[in-house]
């Protein structure tokens, strides 16, 4: 009998040794994928995963269930992701923030942007718009700019963080007018825009769905689009390079996985991606709120948050910027 068990352990011995990912890939999703949002409920990124999450679901036949884990600028969040089974049942939302900036900005990063996750896709550029007090003269990015420079003081903005598209599209701004400018993180984007329209702010590079009513009523005046084009909210705002400043950093969210995920699994989250981004529907509703849908597929979406950290680094060490 011994022999025999001895026998079954031989047997059985080359299954044991096989990752767990490829001992269970063959029915994947047999059950529920948990989608990791590294930002605050109700966020931009809370909103963008249930969109995307809710057709991948209807495509996959499994539950797509997000999870908000907010903290250290997406860090705690993508941590989770990246420290995860590589099974393809948990996927996280990369942002600017989590794979172009945070390297640069924290000293002791608990993971690697590049070797620790494996790229699906992106989902959508979310470009910012500038935007100023109605109390003060200028009505275009030029005029403001000569504005800036007789005021005889640094300017003061506003940006949900340290690291944020909104905080590094206006460093991008500063180096390149050469105006000095002062960063005040905020916890709560209200006030931040309750400090512009009472002028306590001098301008913001801010988000499309955070100010676009405000802006549509005359609260704050829009005077350009920091992304590389025009936005649909806004179709005859010109964009910062139009008016000859080429400042074209914006945030952007895609899908990502933790490395070691099984090459099938890769490729059909790939493809329920793109042909999730493809149905008009899902691209109305997440162009409703100021961002721009974007198919870009595995390979492409991993070089672009590669080139992505190199301009980012670039701005950040040239601000001096960081973060314990």
């Known amino acids: 009998m011994a022999a025999i068990r001895r026998r079954a352990l031989m047997l059985a011995a080359p299954g044991l ?18 989608w990791i949002n590294p930002g605050p409920a109700g966020g931009a990124g809370d909103v963008m995963s249930r969109l995307a999450g809710d057709r991948l679901s209807a495509k996959l036949g499994q539950p797509v269930v997000v999870e908000n884990r907010p903290g250290a600028g997406t860090n705690i969040g993508m941590t989770a992701v990246a420290r995860s089974a590589p ?38 550029l979310v470009p910012n718009i500038v935007v100023v007090p109605p109390s003060i003269p200028p009505k275009t990015l030029q005029e403001f700019v000569a504005w800036a420079k007789g005021l005889g003081r640094p300017l003061n903005f506003g940006s949900v963080g340290i690291g944020s598209s909104q905080h ?48 549509q009523a005359g609260r704050m005046r829009p005077i350009a689009v920091s992304g590389p084009d025009r936005v649909p909210a806004f179709p005859d705002l010109p964009t910062m390079r139009e008016q000859g400043v080429d400042v074209t950093t914006t945030g952007w969210f895609g899908l990502a996985t933790p490395a070691g995920v099984p090459e099938p699994i890769l490729a059909r989250l790939d493809e329920t991606l793109a042909a999730s981004l493809g149905e008009e529907d899902l691209r109305q509703r997440i162009a409703a709120g100021g961002s721009v849908p974007t198919i870009m597929r595995r390979a492409e979406f991993a070089r672009f948050m590669a080139e992505q950290s190199e301009k980012m680094g670039a701005i950040i060490r040239a601000s001096g910027a960081r973060l314990q």
Do not use: C
Request: net charge negative.
């Open 87 to 124: 099974d393809g049942y948990t996927l996280g939302l990369a942002s600017i923030a989590s794979h172009a900036a945070n390297k640069w900005l924290y000293p002791n990063m608990p993971f690697d942007p590049e070797k620790d996750f494996a790229a699906v896709g992106m989902i959508a």
């Open 168 to 215: 590094l599209a206006a460093a991008q701004f500063g180096q390149i007018t050469g105006i000095e400018i002062i960063h005040a993180p905020y916890n709560q984007a209200g006030q931040m825009n309750t400090d512009l329209i009472e002028a306590r702010l001098d301008v913001l590079f801010q988000s499309i769905s955070a100010v676009a009513s405000m802006a």
């Open 17 to 34: 040794a096989l990752p767990f990912a490829a001992r269970g890939q063959g029915a994947w999703p047999d059950r529920p994928i948990r």
